[in-house]
C-alpha cells in the first residue's frame, strides 16, 4: 500500500509517497519482539549445586543407631546453605528468525506507524548543533512538546546528542532501527539518511 509520509524541512513541509504493507499482523510483530529481547538476555543467572558449595563433604553423623534421618553432607539441598537442586545455570537465551521475517516485521512497524499518521521524515534539523535546548526548539516548530514518547532515528551524532538527555525521545543511529523500540514509543521520527537505510535493509539485509 502507498502511504503519503509528510516530510518536514526548513523550506517547509511536504509529502513522500511510500510503499509499506497494507496489513500489520501483530503475531508476527510478537516474534520479533520476542527474538529481539531474548537476544538481549544476559543468561548470567547461576545457583550453586551440592557440589558446589563450600562445606565439607563428611558424613554429618553415623549412618545407623542415632535415632535419626539418614543424611550425608551438610551441602544437600535439604539443609539451609546447602546447594540447590535444578536452579538456574549461565545459558545462552538466542535463537535465530528468518531474515525474511525480520524484514516483514520491521516493515510492519513502521507502515504502523505510518498508517497512524505518526511517521514523521526530516530533510533537516535546522539549528539543531549538539544543544537539548536548540532541538527543544526544532521539536516544538515540528509539534513535538513531550507529550508523547518519540523514536528519533538520524545519522547526524549532533541531533542524537541534542536529544538523548529529553525523558520523551529514544534515540537511534539509523542501522539500529528495530521493531521492539518503534512499537515502545508513539511516534517515529527519521531523516531520510535514516529512511533510506530502511528502504536499502527493505531490499537487501535483515
Known amino acids: ?69 539418614r543424611h550425608g553432607d551438610i551441602g544437600a539441598p535439604i539443609f539451609v546453605g546447602g546447594g540447590t537442586v535444578f536452579g538456574p545455570k549461565p545459558r545462552d537465551y538466542s535463537y535465530t528468525l528468518p531474515k525474511k521475517v525480520r524484514q516483514a516485521g520491521l516493515a510492519m512497524a513502521v507502515a504502523d506507524r505510518a498508517k497512524e499518521g505518526k511517521l514523521l521524515l526530516v530533510e533537516d534539523f535546522a539549528g539543531v548543533n549538539g544543544k537539548t535546548k536548540e532541538f527543544l526548539a526544532w521539536a516544538k516548530g515540528a509539534g513535538l512538546d513531550g ?36 512499537l515502545r514509543t508513539e511516534r517515529l521520527v527519521m531523516d531520510l539518511a535514516a529512511w533510506e537505510a530502511f528502504q536499502a535493509r527493505m531490499g537487501g539485509e535483515a
Request: hydrophobic fraction near 40%; avoid cysteine.
Open 1 to 69: 500500500m502507498v502511504y503519503q509520509i509528510p516530510v518536514l524541512s526548513s523550506s517547509g513541509k511536504r509529502e513522500l509517497a511510500a510503499d509499506l504493507p497494507q496489513e500489520v499482523n501483530p503475531h508476527l510483530l510478537w516474534e520479533v519482539v520476542r527474538w529481539q529481547l531474548a537476544k538481549r538476555r544476559r543468561g548470567t543467572a547461576s545457583t550453586k549445586t551440592r557440589g558446589e558449595v563450600a562445606y565439607s563433604s563428611r558424613k554429618i553423623y553415623p549412618q545407623k543407631h542415632t535415632g535419626r534421618a
Open 147 to 182: 507529550s508523547e514518547s518519540v523514536l528519533l532515528v538520524t545519522a547526524s551524532e549532533l541531533v542524537r546528542r541534542a536529544a538523548r538527555n529529553l525523558p520523551w525521545v529514544v534515540t537511534l543511529a539509523p542501522e539500529g532501527l528495530n521493531v521492539y523500540d518503534i
